[in-house]
């Protein structure tokens, strides 16, 4: 990578490499500003920050060792498939650059100003972003804890009483601010049984996240929750990366199904 970009690449932020005759995408593992002969240059970085955390990074390193997968592979879907977030994030001017054209996506700013020189002034503070399903500013993860004890506890009872408890808990940990995180091992039988469930208790709050909805659907299912407190995440094994802010309670529906492991 050139030097001048040493003020705004970090490791785990998404670049653009040539392989094999086209353009992939690739995450940062490491810097190191040194000429080294025989590699080719980084076609261009994609987001302003590291979309992932210290804690996300372990947990996708740890799976990449249990399941003897490639760290790429883990990497590429600890983000919704096709990720294109700068379409969904808007700026929003500080004073000191003049607002000519209400709130343009991050991918118009782009396309007019060029990457390098966008994501400096996102990183200098003169451009603020914000997502357009929550409103929310939208900046670099930070490592936190929501200083809550964990605890397990395993549920044996039928259909109706599983359900039953899900929403009393639910309820208590939506209550204290905090969101849910519910894993079902499929999006078609199960996982539409307890949509339909928990839509009717809390309408509004619940959203899903997997391969099976439209991509607009999961991506504000992301956003929402990366942003957003008081909220139900439903979906499959895929949502055990997802940011979930002040995360109170996970849930697990037929744990011993093949799907998890």
Not at 85 to 100: D, F
Not at 149 to 175: F, I, N, W
Not at 220 to 235: C, D, S, T
Request: net charge positive.
């Amino acid at each position: 990578a050139p030097d001048d970009w040493s003020d705004i690449l970090e490791p785990y932020q998404r670049v653009t490499v040539p392989f094999r005759g086209k353009s992939a995408v690739g995450y940062v593992v490491g810097l190191l500003w040194e000429d080294m002969e025989g590699l080719k240059e980084v076609g261009e970085v994609l987001d302003p920050f590291p979309l992932l955390d210290a804690n996300l990074v372990r947990l996708g390193l740890e799976a990449s060792e249990e399941q003897v997968t490639p760290q790429g592979l883990v990497l590429k879907y600890m983000l919704p498939p096709k990720t294109r977030l700068n379409r969904h994030l808007l700026i929003g001017q500080s004073s000191r650059v003049r607002k000519r054209h209400g709130e343009p996506t991050l991918t118009e700013g782009i396309r007019r100003m060029g990457w390098l020189e966008t994501f400096r002034l996102v990183r200098r503070g003169d451009l603020q972003l914000h997502d357009r399903f929550t409103g929310l500013p939208f900046g670099a993860l930070c490592p936190r804890s929501n200083g809550r004890r964990a605890s397990r506890a395993l549920l044996v009872s039928g259909v109706e009483g599983r359900m039953a408890r899900y929403a009393d808990e639910a309820v208590t940990a939506l209550g204290s601010g905090g969101n849910v995180l519910m894993l079902v091992p499929d999006h078609h039988v199960v996982g539409r049984y307890v949509y339909r469930y928990l839509v009717g208790l809390f309408p509004g709050k619940v959203f899903w996240y997997g391969s099976a909805v439209p991509y607009r659907d999961r991506t504000e299912a992301y956003f929402r929750a990366r942003q957003n407190n008081g909220i139900i995440i439903l979906g499959t094994i895929s949502c055990v990366f997802l940011p979930v802010k002040d995360l109170a309670l996970i849930m697990v529906e037929r744990p011993q199904e093949e799907d998890f492991r």
